[in-house]
C-alpha cells in the first residue's frame, strides 16, 4: 500500500504478499542495499524493486530467490520465503467475483479478510458485514442501477460470503459507528428494516461487534464526511491502514498522521453516543417499521 493511494485496476495485494513485500524492504535495508543494489541483482530498474516491496506486483518466486541470495539469507530461510511467495500469489477467494467486484474495492476485502480490529463509520447505510440479504439487495440494486439480476445476486453472495469472517474462530473485532439518519433511510420496504434492525440488536450482544449510534442531537461533530474503516493488523510488518471512498474510486492511507486523524474521529464519535440510547432508538424504530 502506498501512504495515499487511489486504487485502479492494479491487481489488488493479499495481506500476505504484503507482508513478504515488507520483510523484503527489512531485509534490503539490513544489508544497507540500496533499491538500485537490489534492482542491479535482478537486472530490472529500482521502480520494480519498490513495487515488490510495496505488494504492488507479485512475488515471482525466481525474483524472491535471487533477492535473498544477494541479502545473505541461508537456503532454508530461502525455501521457505519462496514458498509463502508462491502461497501469496494465488487469488484471493473474492477473485471469483472479479466480474462483479469493482476494481477498487478488491485490496478492501483483502484487508478485511486479514485484519484482526475494524472499526468503521458509516453515515448512509448499515456497514456490508452486519447487512441482512434482503438489505444488501436493496442497497447494492440502488448502487449499481444499470446491473443485470445475475449481476446483483452475485454482489449480495459476495457480500453475505464477506460476513463469514465475523463467525469464525478468530473473528476480528468490528467497532462500528452509524448516524441515526441510518435508520431512518428506508432500503427495500418497512419488512427489510425491521429485518435489518432485529440483525443489528443480535450482533450488538456478540462480544467481538460494537454498534455506536450517533443520534441527530449530536449535531454538527468531526466525523461529518465520507465513510470509512480502519483496518488494524496482528502482523508487526503491517501498518495501520484507513480506507475511504468516493462514488467511483478509493483511497488507502498508511501515513500516521491521516490514521490517527481518523482513529481520533472515530473515538469522539463513539463518546458521543450511549450504548443504552443507542439500543433504545433501535427497539423504538423497530416498532415504527412494523
Known amino acids: 500500500m502506498s501512504e495515499a493511494r487511489s486504487s485502479t485496476g ?28 537490489a534492482a542491479k541483482a535482478l537486472r530490472v530498474t529500482p521502480l520494480t524493486i519498490r513495487r515488490l516491496e510495496k505488494a504492488e506486483v507479485a512475488l515471482k518466486p525466481l525474483y524472491v530467490e535471487k533477492l535473498l541470495q544477494t541479502y545473505g539469507a541461508g537456503q532454508q530461510e530461502t525455501d521457505e520465503f519462496v514458498s509463502l511467495a508462491e502461497q501469496a500469489n494465488k487469488p484471493g477467494w473474492w477473485h471469483a467475483y472479479r466480474d462483479v467486484l469493482p476494481s477498487w474495492f478488491t485490496a478492501y476485502v483483502s484487508l478485511e479478510t ?17 447487512q441482512t440479504p434482503a438489505y444488501a439487495r436493496g442497497v447494492l440494486s440502488g448502487g449499481f442501477p444499470n446491473g443485470t439480476d445475475d449481476e446483483l445476486e452475485r454482489r449480495v453472495h459476495l457480500r453475505l460470503r464477506r460476513q463469514g469472517l465475523l463467525d469464525r474462530e478468530n473473528a476480528p473485532t468490528l467497532w462500528v459507528v452509524m ?37 441527530f442531537e449530536v449535531g454538527a461533530h468531526v466525523g461529518a464526511c465520507a465513510p470509512f474503516t480502519y483496518f488494524r493488523f496482528e502482523e508487526p510488518e503491517l501498518p495501520d491502514i484507513v480506507y475511504s471512498e468516493i462514488l467511483s474510486a478509493s483511497v488507502y492511507l498508511d501515513q500516521r498522521d491521516d490514521v490517527v486523524a481518523h482513529l481520533e474521529a472515530h473515538n469522539r464519535m463513539s463518546l458521543m453516543t450511549s450504548s443504552r440510547a443507542g439500543k433504545a432508538l433501535l427497539n423504538r424504530m423497530r416498532k415504527e417499521y412494523s
Open 10 to 37: 492494479t491487481s489488488a495485494p493479499t495481506v500476505l504478499r504484503m507482508i513478504l513485500g515488507k520483510r523484503l524492504q527489512d531485509m534490503r535495508q539490513a544489508v544497507d542495499a540500496s533499491l538500485a543494489d
Open 114 to 130: 486479514g485484519a484482526s480490529t475494524l472499526r468503521t463509520y458509516e453515515p448512509h447505510y448499515v456497514t456490508g458485514l452486519l
Open 179 to 215: 448516524e441515526e439518519a441510518v435508520l431512518h433511510r428506508v432500503v427495500g420496504g418497512p419488512d427489510v428494516m425491521r429485518e435489518q434492525i432485529d440483525r443489528l440488536l443480535e450482533v450488538s450482544e456478540l462480544d467481538h461487534v460494537s454498534i455506536d449510534i450517533l443520534p
